[in-house]
């Protein structure tokens, strides 16, 4: 099964960098007015799903005339277009999952982003939320990292403890250690090379990792 990308409707600051993650055989999801986002990279959706109350007119022929599948919601629903997103791709069968601009300027939506993927049920799939400067992520076992020498590194604990954490390349190193969630001692670590690894025995630990390089682009 490929990978499953779905475009949300937040800021992109770097868009550069997000097309340059698309692979050709990516399943590609537009929520609603993420549809903007994929198409200012030139790209295609198969599926619309949403409620499309934050899709142009302009964009919506262009995707009917592309003869993208479009799932419209009623706009009074319980879950926003995201979580309905998500949930076709899971029930498609796709088991790694790529979600574009969900970091936007929109605290509550960030947050709930976030919030979507602590779902148990969600335990065996890949999903990270990538704006092309940083990316975001859930370990629940363990992970990996890759990246450049530099890119900061963040473990937040995320509803309560997480217990033997141990990392593998980056700057300060944690050997089975405790990560408490009113402690900020997991800010701003950093990567020593391309690559790292996350292991934690229990809890769930909120992975950031930003990219510098992509960030000095931005000045």
Known sequence: MSR???FLNGNLP??????????PDDFLIAADGGTRNILALGLL??????????????NRQTLEQ???RIFQYPDDKNETDFELALRHAVELGHCEILVVAALGERLDHTLGNLSLLTDPSLAGYDIRLDD?????FFARDKCRLRGDPGDLISLIPWGGEVRGVTTHGLRWPLSGEVLWSHHTRGISNELLDETASICIESGLLLVIHRRLVNEKEMV
């Open 4 to 6: 499953a990308v779905i």
């Open 14 to 23: 770097q868009p550069a960098p997000v097309r340059s993650l698309i692979h």
């Open 45 to 58: 959706p198969n599926v619309l799903i949403g409620d499309l109350d934050s899709l142009s007119v302009e």
């Open 66 to 68: 592309a003869d993208t």
């Open 132 to 136: 092309g400067l940083q990316e975001a």
